[in-house]
């Protein structure tokens, strides 16, 4: 690490005061000729590099960011991420950064079109995007690469079409980590059920897809023998989904392991309570508040976090540090694969 | 939360540049007397808090700190608490913070008392301590509090002594928790293992002792018919620790499942890899390298983490909020009681 420079230190080889040595900095009046060249010949001499917040922080320019985030409602997995994205739009205000949010319909891929389109045509400095299907996505990120506009991928990474910077849990990794998880836990059965969340054949996520991939990846290296079943639950249907439900337990009473790769696991996990099911092993994503409850009581076994609030923090703050700051922004980072458990989970929220 | 006043907007309601705002602010000269007063009169309209931060850079003042830890060997857990302290010095080195470590023996308690006997008769302007039994403790922080010297528990806290902060794990939380993951990994095994380090019959560490009681409160709340075996090994000799496992192996061949609650599982752990008893299941505390290894290579198959680097860098930083930033600091911070695998190991590592 190169050794910081400090103001107070240039001002003592100067023989100026501290004020002085910003007022030349930040080019502002108020400074003898003399002193001035003063300090700018040890400015050099020191490389100083100059405090870039401060300039910020001097300058009138205000920044324009959208985000294009999968609809939901509130109290779903993408408030904590909205929750992030407004946390930082607050301690970035200094900045005059302003923040639209714009949603599409995750099952719908026409709706990211759509969205992404309008987003297209207004005046943007930097974009956040959760992506929808790579070859949907795309269209999008050629135009904004064409306007030289930097984006950041939040939830799932398209490595093609590479971002500014991609803030998101490793999902087949995640799925991979999971099944190792489920089999320990049933102590290795040799029948499992994959829960998904389905409208008209689509699953709407990336994240959840991969998870699938990296889940079956585990299985079929560890336990090939191991039956996977699945059954599809409806999206915008809850009494359906308990029909369902309730059939799958009735057809296959000895299935004993399951999971869920979307933020849905209470769906199952609430059923599971309801019907007394105890000895369930479910395993599920996300902290949403009704996934905790069935946590605490039983209804779920283990729930894999990724800091939701975190990612729409940092994904924010990766715009403000390379448009204002200039800071070089890190490409990749994956969030942990956090595992909490009833006995854990009172611990997890710490930042 | 209140909303924040910027210098800024304080500039522009007194129809002056920031730089003069800042200049009334810190007490600069090169403002004229009508500027002064106008800027003054907004100041206290608006209600305006002065910027600690800025004051503090101002001011010329230096900060002496001391930490008294156990002593350890480079790479041991301590290492990385002692890296993050480091790098908070490193991070508010603008205050113009020094920082003393002392270690102290923590299986001599006498070692405690005369370390800390030392530190009394210094002038320090905070201490930063990891609390030995709480007899042992008492006289240093009864010294500390007449004095009015604020002090911060680190790895255990004394709740009957309370400090200005406490950084750690909830310890008997974390035991409870562990044993309910082991019993879960070895399916309720009828017989198991607790893997100790004594010194002349002293464990060294209040935080291993609360793990065990919350270990044993799960065991007998859930499973009060498991024998529970105990090998106590020994602190500073490995080979007889190699005997000793050894023979312990030999008598109990078919004990699967154990735990050590100390930060060295890689003793027992690359003693299974070499004896290659891959079914034994063992779980262990802290990502210490050798941890780690043993995790990766299955010699370990859970280990407990505790974000130590960030315990050390919090810590200091609190001196620095309580101190010179007259900032409120939180008294009870527990870290997070997580679970890592070889599955997820590789994505823990963000701060």
Redesign the interface.
Do not use: C, W
């Given at each position: 690490?190169a050794e910081?420079i400090?103001i107070?230190d240039i001002a003592k080889r100067a023989n100026v005061?501290?004020?002085t040595v910003?007022?030349v900095i930040?080019g502002?009046s108020?400074v003898s000729k003399k002193s001035r060249e003063r300090v700018e010949v040890i400015l050099k001499e020191m490389n100083y590099q100059p405090n870039m917040y401060a300039s910020a922080?001097?300058s009138n320019k205000s920044y324009m960011f959208a985000c294009l985030l999968p609809k939901h409602e509130e109290g779903e997995y993408w408030t904590e991420v909205q929750r992030g994205i407004y946390e930082a739009m607050s301690a970035f205000?200094?900045f005059n950064i302003n923040i639209e949010i714009a949603h599409y319909d995750p099952f719908n891929y026409a709706s990211f079109v759509q969205e992404s389109q309008s987003l297209v045509n207004k005046e943007l400095d930097g974009v956040l995007l959760a992506p929808t299907l790579p070859s949907y996505t795309k269209p999008f990120t050629d135009a904004l690469n064409q306007k030289g506009t930097p984006y950041i991928y939040i939830d799932s990474n398209i490595a093609e079409e590479p971002a500014l910077a991609f803030y998101g849990?490793?999902s087949v990794?995640?799925g991979?980590?999971a099944a190792?998880?489920l089999m320990?836990?049933g102590?290795a059965p040799h029948e499992i059920v994959i829960f998904r969340k389905k409208y008209e054949g689509v699953i709407g996520s990336n994240q959840q897809e991969r998870r699938e991939v990296g889940f079956k990846r585990y299985m079929q290296a560890h336990y090939p023998q191991c039956t996977i079943l699945e059954l599809d639950l409806q999206v915008k249907n809850e009494t359906d989904d308990m029909l369902m439900l309730n059939k799958f337990f009735q057809e296959h009473p000895n299935v004993k392991n399951g999971i869920t790769f979307n933020s849905k696991a209470y769906i199952v996990g609430e059923f599971l309570q309801k019907e007394k099911l105890d000895d369930f092993n479910l395993i599920g994503y996300d902290l949403l508040q009704r996934n905790v409850a069935c946590l605490k009581e039983g209804g779920i076994k283990f729930l894999i976090a990724q800091h939701p609030r975190l990612q729409g923090y940092n994904a924010i703050q990766s715009l403000c540090e390379h448009l204002i700051l200039k800071k070089a922004v890190n490409p990749i980072?994956?969030?942990?694969?956090?595992?909490l458990?009833k006995?854990?989970i009172?611990?997890?929220n710490?930042r």
């Open positions: 690490m910081r400090r107070k005061s501290v004020g910003d007022r930040h502002r108020g922080l001097a205000s200094d849990q490793n990794q995640s991979y980590f190792s998880i320990m836990l102590h980072n994956y969030m942990p694969i956090d595992l458990t006995e854990n009172s611990y997890y710490i």
